[in-house]
RNA sequence: UGCUCCGUAGUGUAAUUGGCAACACGUCUGACUCUGGAUCAGAAGAGUUCAGGUUCGAGCCCUGACGGAGCAACCA
C-alpha cells in the first residue's frame, strides 16, 4: 500500500520560494547524492511560538516534500538556560503540527564528544588557542564592527601548553570565566563573527543530560554547523539573522569535512506579528510576571495558547504557508492569521446556539409547558455533519444586541413591532418589553409567534430580515465565555524607543463573560472541541471545564459589517 | 563612518533564461442567503525608494544615492 502521496519533485508555473528553489537546483544537479536533509534545532529553554511554527513548516515541510528527512535536533549547548521540562513541550507542540521526526530525536549534547575531539584538532593544527584574559579584555580586543580588533597576547601560545590548559579547562580545574578557547582566525576581519571567535567556555551548571560529565561546553557557532555535517544535514535553514554567522559556520565545515558533502545553511526571515511580541524573553518575562495565566494563555503567541485559544494545526500551517518565506523582514498582520482559522473552522465546526449576553423573550401565544424539538443544521458548509434537535419552548433567551428599543436605521433586528425570524423555528414579533427604569436595562421582551412560519417542510412564504440564535430558557445551559482581544494595543510594542512593551499591554485583552446560555446538547462538550456560536464567532472548550461548570473560548469573531459599520 | 542583507498596491507575497506588474488578505459595490457569516460576481488601489547607465526593451543586470534591518553575548 502506498503511503501518502509523494508531490512531483518540480513544478512548473508553480511559484516557490527561493529555499525551495535552492532544493529543487541541488536535487537536480545531484548534490549530495540527490538527498535532503533537513532539521530543525530548537534550544529548549521556553515553549515553541508561532515563529518556531513557521520554521517547522519549512524543514519539515521541505523534507516531506521532497522525499527527504528532517531531524529533531535540540541544541542544548547552554545548561544554564536549559530544562527537560522544555524538551517536552517542544515535542509535544511539533506533533501537534503534524510534524514527524521518527526516530531522529538529537542532541547537540550528543555530540560533545566528537565536537570536543575536534576542537583539539584545531589546537593541533595552530587554529585555536586558550585566552585566559577577562571578558571584558577579550571584548575590547575585539574592536567595533567599523574598527578591527586586535589580537590576544595569548594568541601565539604552544601547541602543548593549549592542549593541556584545554584539558584541564574541561576537568574543571579553572573557574567559570577565567579561560576560554578561540578559534585563530582574524582579529581584523571586517566580519565580527571572525575575529576569533570563542568557540568553548567554562560552565559549572549541570547540563540536564550529561550531568556534570563536562565543564567546558561549545558555544553555538561551534556546535550547529557541526552537529549538521554530523547529522548528514544537507540545507540548514535558520532566520535572517544568523546571515552573519554563515562565513564562520563555512570555515569550521571546511575544517571538519572529509569528502564532498558539506551542509549549506541559507536564511530565511523570521515571522513577525503585529499587536504582540515574540521574544521568548518578554513571552517568559509576561508568564513570570502574571500578566498571563501561563504559557498557553489564549492570548499568547505560543503554540500551546494558539492551542487553547481554538487554532487548528491546519490553520497555522495555512498560515504560514499564505505568508511565505523571503528575505524581507515583514510584519505580518494578526488579521491574516485570523483569516486562516475562520477559513478552516467555517469547514468543521458544527454550528451550535449560544447567548452571551441573554434577555428573556416570552412568546406571548406560546402554549405554557410546551417544548418542540426542532431541527437544526449542524454546518451549512458540509451536509454529511447532519443535523439536530434543539428544544423551543415558551421562553427563550437572545442576545441582548438583538434588541433595540428604539431601532436604528437598517436594524434588522428586534424591536417594538419588528418581525424576525429565531433560527430554525419561528418568526416572532415583540409587542413589548418590560424595561427597568432606573438602570434602562430590557428585562423582558414580548413577543407573538406566527405558527405557519416553523422552519422546513412546508417553507412559509413569510420572509423576514434578520434571523436571531436563541436558546430555551428551561433547557439552557450555563456557561462561562472568556473574549479575548489582542495582548497589546500597538502594532509594534516592542519597537518603541524609549517605552517598555508592557506599557502597551492591552487591558482588555480578555473579558470573561458569565451566566451565558448555550443549547443543551454543549453539556457534553469535550475539551478543545471547537463550534461556530451563530453569528457570533468560533468557540472552543476550555480546558478548565469541569463536568458541572463550562468555560469556552472565543477564537475569533465572525466578520461582522454590523458593528463595523455602526462603530 | 566597517561588513552583510533587504526595499514591488494598506498588508503579505508573485512575476519563466530581461518582454509593457499578478495573487491572497483587507477595503468598497452588487447578488444570494433562515448566520448582517459563508458563497458568487465586480471595483478601486502600486508603475516596482530615487537618479543615472546597459538594452529594441529592466521590478529583474550595472553604478551611485536614500531608507530599513542585522553584526561589537564566555546566548542561541
Known amino acids: 500500500m502506498s503511503k501518502e502521496k509523494q508531490e512531483e519533485p518540480v513544478i512548473k508555473g508553480e511559484s516557490m520560494s527561493f529555499i525551495e528553489q535552492f532544493i529543487v537546483d541541488d536535487l537536480q544537479n545531484g548534490k549530495n547524492e540527490g538527498k535532503i536533509v533537513t532539521r530543525f534545532p530548537p534550544e529548549p529553554n521556553g515553549y515553541l511560538h508561532i515563529g518556531h511554527a513557521k520554521a517547522v513548516c519549512l524543514s519539515f515541510g521541505m523534507a516531506k516534500k521532497y522525499g527527504g528527512k528532517c531531524n529533531l535536533r535540540f541544541d542544548d549547548t547552554n545548561p544554564e538556560k ?220 505560543t503554540l500551546c495558547g494558539l492551542r487553547r485559544r481554538g487554532y487548528t494545526p491546519e490553520s497555522i500551517r495555512k498560515f504560514v504557508d499564505l505568508i511565505g518565506y523571503t528575505k524581507v523582514e515583514a510584519i505580518n498582520d494578526v488579521s491574516l492569521l485570523e483569516h486562516a482559522v475562520r477559513d478552516d473552522l467555517n469547514m468543521r465546526a458544527p454550528r451550535v446556539f449560544g447567548v452571551l449576553n441573554p434577555v428573556r423573550v416570552i412568546i406571548t401565544n406560546y402554549p405554557e409547558g410546551k417544548t418542540e424539538n426542532v431541527e437544526v443544521i449542524n454546518n451549512p458548509e458540509d451536509e454529511s455533519m447532519g443535523k439536530r434537535t434543539v428544544p423551543f419552548s415558551r421562553e427563550v433567551y437572545i442576545e441582548q444586541e438583538d434588541f433595540m428599543e428604539t431601532p436604528v436605521p437598517k436594524f434588522f433586528r428586534l424591536a417594538p413591532g419588528m418581525e424576525v425570524r429565531l433560527k430554525g423555528a419561528y418568526i416572532i414579533k415583540c409587542e413589548s418589553f418590560r424595561k427597568n427604569e432606573k438602570t434602562g436595562i430590557i428585562e423582558e421582551i414580548y413577543c407573538t409567534y406566527d405558527p405557519e412560519t416553523r422552519s422546513g417542510a412546508n417553507q412559509s412564504e413569510k420572509k423576514v430580515k434578520g434571523t436571531l440564535h436563541w436558546v430555551s430558557a428551561a433547557h439552557a445551559v450555563e456557561a462561562e465565555v472568556r473574549l479575548y482581544d489582542r495582548l497589546f494595543n500597538h502594532e509594534d510594542p516592542a519597537g518603541q524607543k524609549d517605552h517598555d512593551y508592557r506599557e502597551f499591554l492591552n487591558p482588555g485583552s480578555l473579558q470573561v463573560v458569565k451566566g451565558c446560555k448555550v443549547e443543551p446538547s454543549l453539556k457534553s462538550a469535550k475539551h478543545l472541541e471547537k463550534f461556530q456560536f451563530q453569528r457570533l464567532g468560533y468557540f472552543c472548550v476550555d480546558p478548565d471545564t469541569k463536568s458541572d461548570h463550562l468555560v469556552f473560548n472565543r477564537t475569533v469573531q465572525l466578520k461582522d459589517t454590523w458593528t463595523k459599520l455602526n462603530r
Open 82 to 301: 536549559e530544562d527537560v521540562e522544555y524538551v517536552d513541550s517542544i515535542k509535544e507542540d511539533i506533533k501537534w503540527l503534524g510534524f514527524d521526526w521518527e526516530d531522529r530525536e538529537y542532541y547537540a549534547s550528543d555530540y560533545f564528544g566528537r565536537l570536543y575531539n575536534f576542537a583539539v584538532d584545531l589546537i593541533k593544527i595552530g587554529l585555536a588557542y586558550v585566552d585566559d584574559q577577562p571578558a571584558e579584555v577579550i571584548s575590547e580586543q575585539k574592536g567595533l564592527p567599523s574598527r578591527p580588533g586586535v589580537e590576544s597576547e595569548y594568541r601565539k601560545r604552544t601547541i602543548d601548553e593549549n592542549l593541556g590548559l584545554f584539558e584541564r579547562m574541561n576537568k574543571g580545574e579553572f573557574e567559570e570565566g577565567s579561560r576560554v578557547l578561540r578559534a585563530r582566525i582574524d582579529m581584523s576581519s571586517p566580519n565580527m563573527h571572525m575575529r576569533d571567535p570563542i568557540i568553548y567556555r567554562i560552565l559549572k551548571t549541570p547540563h540536564h543530560r550529561t550531568g556534570d560529565k563536562w565543564n567546558a561546553y561549545p558555544m553555538y557557532d561551534f556546535a550547529h554547523g557541526q552537529s549538521d555535517y554530523f547529522e548528514g544535514v544537507t540545507h540548514s535553514l535558520c532566520t535572517l539573522e544568523f546571515e552573519v554567522h554563515r562565513p564562520l559556520y563555512d570555515w569550521f565545515i571546511d575544517q571538519l569535512k572529509t569528502g564532498d558533502y558539506r551542509p549549506r545553511q541559507i536564511e530565511f526571515n523570521r515571522l513577525n506579528l503585529n499587536y504582540t511580541v515574540m521574544s521568548k524573553r518578554k513571552l517568559l518575562e509576561l508568564v513570570q510576571e502574571g500578566r498571563v495565566s501561563g504559557w498557553d494563555d489564549p492570548r499568547m503567541p
